[in-house]
């Protein structure tokens, strides 16, 4: 699929629709195109060609999808490209949220919207190499599980594989007994990962 010229991004010129995308009570608002947004996403093919209100408004609300991540999203309609926000724009553990947090939010984001190339993209990005802290791994955990409501979801696996190969800690610790009976597809991704790896469990 083409992309459409990033000059267009939250560009008035040709807009037909404005965003106003809210979260913790801030908005910030975009100026977008309906053709470029129903051309990437099955969310908004939905809303601009149903019989809701949307259709024919001019401004619709979006309301609790983290900006930093809602704007990678909308930028990659209109460039077909995955950007990654600087430092300085993320939160004060800026290096972990790129690394891990930013593409478990962007899928997440990618599969409400139905932009599937940009689940894909963001699931490739979370790195399976490097070693991981349990608290590091229980935040992967809350950030993916607390939004994903299956098992066995591509980012699901993906998380899976990198607290068997880096977080074997936080799995076969206490604190485990407590993350699965709060998101009890941890434990489903995990049983399903070992199975297909080895057939066995461990």
């Not at 019989?51 to 991540?69: C, G, K, M, Y």
């Not at 076969?172 to 057939?199: E, H, M, W, Y």
């Amino acid at each position: 699929m083409a992309a459409a010229s990033a000059g267009m991004f939250n560009n008035p010129f040709l807009s037909d629709v404005t965003i106003h995308q809210i979260f913790n009570g801030q908005s910030k608002e975009y100026h977008a195109h309906k053709a470029v947004l129903c051309a990437h996403s099955e969310y908004f093919m939905r809303m601009f060609s149903g019989s809701f209100q949307e259709a024919t408004d001019r401004v619709i609300e979006l309301q609790d999808d983290n900006p930093i991540h809602f704007e990678v999203m909308l930028k990659y309609m209109y460039t077909l490209k995955y950007e990654v926000p600087s430092m300085n724009e993320l939160e004060k553990d800026a290096q972990f949220h790129q690394t891990y947090l930013l593409p478990i939010g962007v899928y997440a984001l990618a599969d409400k919207y139905g932009v599937s190339e940009l689940g894909t993209i963001a699931t490739d990005r979370f790195p399976l190499e490097g070693s991981l802290i349990p608290t590091e791994g229980r935040r992967i955990v809350e950030a993916h599980y607390s939004k994903c409501v299956q098992a066995d979801s591509v980012m699901g696996r993906v998380i899976a594989r990198k607290l068997l190969r880096s977080c074997r800690t936080l799995i076969t610790g206490s604190a485990f007994d407590d993350l699965v009976k709060r998101f009890p597809n941890l434990a489903a991704d995990i049983l399903l990962v070992c199975s297909r790896q080895s057939g066995r469990l461990w």
